[in-house]
């Protein structure tokens, strides 16, 4: 079988679904790797770095597409209107596996579903031990946090570190992190490195070894939270009287702060607002506050998706894609994630998914002509989904 990679299309988008080093694995498996010419260089992969792995490379994106299965950074709801000349160019019976946004943006999937194509979106990866290795999210969020706090200690009109000079002492930042999942606990480790002074707040008192053990204060509030995650290990979201208690009680932490990081986000669901504008009116002029979770409306109330904005004299930053911010990293996680997922589907150079294992069927989105997802199945994603019978069969892989 031939997996196919092709340039990601999305505005801004620089990663790469996989990254030469990840050929010799899949070739091995007995696969033909087939990418795109210069689907790799935003990142920093040359189109000499895959044929020196074994990898072949093709000038027309059609042959890359016309794979048996297609590796993609962003598919479906994730690519937006910009995957729809792709989407137009795929066969039924093709497979496709990458980042879907299938709960933040499920009425693409009935388009895709109706090509009749096998899609597997990986932000569904159930969170078991198992697939820690396969778990994009996490690695994308390590890539987020991280560039976080470089975002705000560029923008920040002073430096992290305390520093004592001939021209006195000068007092370190103060940064405050809110949400300690993979990517509060990645800006916590930087912020510090950085010599910054760090708390951080979760919802879940059980990450407050986590975050001591990085060296950061873990602030405590008296508020309830025994249903804060779900059994999958993503967040859950809380009622709207728990979101105002918890916002009473972090404005003085946040007036106290130069820089704050927000990161709370529930899948599928818009992002709970946890700074508002009184909250920001008490920061000091010039501080700053990175807005993680932007791309689902915010953690700031005056967030905007993309945009800088300066409000009482504090600069809120809302970016969307950090992880695109330092692509040849977050390539070469990535392609490790997916290439575990293909390794775990296949045997002998084909696919043969267990479809009882939690780890396919709960990162299946269509199959046969039809959202195969119990979390998606819906009226208006079956609406524009073909009967089975009018595709072609399901992919046997």
């Not at 930087?190 to 707040?201: K, Q």
């Not at 977050?330 to 589907?345: I, K, W």
């Not at 269509?366 to 009967?387: F, N």
Request: glycine residues 8%; charged residues 20%.
């Amino acid at each position: 079988m031939i997996i196919g990679v092709v340039r990601e299309g999305y505005p801004g988008e620089r990663r790469v679904a996989l990254v030469p080093a990840a050929v010799p694995a899949l070739a091995k498996a007995g696969f033909e790797v087939v990418i795109e010419s210069g689907a790799g260089e935003a990142a920093g992969y040359p189109d000499a770095q895959y044929r020196e792995k074994g990898a072949r490379v093709v000038e027309r994106r059609e042959e890359a597409l016309a794979a048996d299965i297609l590796l993609r950074v962003r598919a479906a709801g994730a690519d937006g209107e910009y995957g729809a000349a792709d989407l137009a160019a795929l066969k039924p019976g093709q497979v496709v596996i990458g980042m879907c946004d299938p709960l933040g943006r499920p009425e693409a999937l009935g388009l895709w579903a109706a090509r009749g194509i096998t899609l597997f979106a990986l932000e569904l990866l159930p969170r078991i031990t198992r697939a820690q290795s396969m778990d994009v999210l996490s690695s994308m969020a390590t890539v987020a946090g991280y560039r976080a706090v470089l975002l705000a200690a560029t923008t920040l009109p002073r430096m992290f570190p305390m520093l004592m000079t001939a021209a006195g002492t000068l007092t370190p930042a103060r940064v405050f992190v809110i949400g300690a999942g993979v990517a509060g606990l990645q800006a916590i480790a930087t912020a510090r490195r950085l010599g910054a002074v760090v708390s951080a707040y979760d919802v879940r008192p059980a990450v407050k070894d986590q975050v001591q053990s990085l060296g950061a204060r873990f602030v405590e509030m008296p508020l309830q939270a025994a249903d804060a995650e779900t059994t999958g290990g993503y967040a859950r979201q809380m009622d709207e009287d728990f979101y105002r208690r918890q916002r009473e009680l972090m404005h003085q932490v946040v007036a106290q702060s130069d820089v704050v990081i927000t990161t709370a986000a529930v899948p599928g669901k818009r992002a709970p607002v946890l700074v508002t504008e009184p909250m920001v009116a008490a920061m000091a002029p010039g501080s700053v506050i990175v807005d993680l979770a932007a791309e689902r409306g915010g953690n700031c109330e005056l967030t905007q998706p993309d945009q800088t904005v300066v409000r009482h004299g504090v600069t809120i930053l809302g970016p969307t894609n950090l992880p695109a911010q330092a692509p040849y990293h977050a390539s070469q996680m990535y392609a490790r994630n997916l290439t575990n997922f293909v390794l775990h589907l296949a045997k002998q150079g084909r696919l043969e998914p267990d479809w009882q294992d939690p780890i396919v069927s709960e990162t299946l989105v269509a199959r046969g002509g039809q959202v195969v997802h119990p979390r998606l199945v819906s009226s208006d994603v079956a609406a524009t989904s073909v009967p089975s019978g009018d595709s072609a069969s399901p992919a046997s892989h």
